[in-house]
């Protein structure tokens, strides 16, 4: 069971991911991409694919009630490489488009966060990725030495 939950924990970290797969996902339990999946389905009643699209449609309907995204923002946000696969999924595990998911759901609460800053939240914006700095140099605060009282650097 432990080696299962490693399977499941890999889908929870990375389920935004559209290149997670199952044999990924297999061989970080351990197991092989047939003994993952029937272990998986016998221990959770479902497939890792079906647990996968669960937890990308509970996210999917986060960000429809409170991101201020378009539907196919939040269809690449949430790991679905097609448009059209996201939407038969998401109608079929709620009942509604993700339209008119959101349209019945705004509305009830606070205020739809703007889509740059869930944009940047989620990682959709790659120029806004840090970069590694080269060898040897320190980024502000790393504890070194600026030679000022307070640790900043002068004007």
Known sequence: MRQLRLGKDAMDRDWADPELDLD???ARAGYSRYHFLRAFKEAYG???GQYLTHRRIERAEEMLRGADLSVTEICH?????????????FKARTGLTPSEYRREHVGRGAALIPGCYAM???GGFPSATLKKRPEGRAAYGDGQDTGTDQGRAEP
């Not at 946000?77 to 999924?89: E, H, I, M, P, W």
């Open 24 to 26: 990924g996902v297999a």
């Open 77 to 89: 946000l949430v790991g679905f490489s097609s448009l059209g696969t996201f939407s038969a999924r």
């Open 46 to 48: 479902e497939t890792p």
């Open 120 to 122: 940047l939240w989620a």
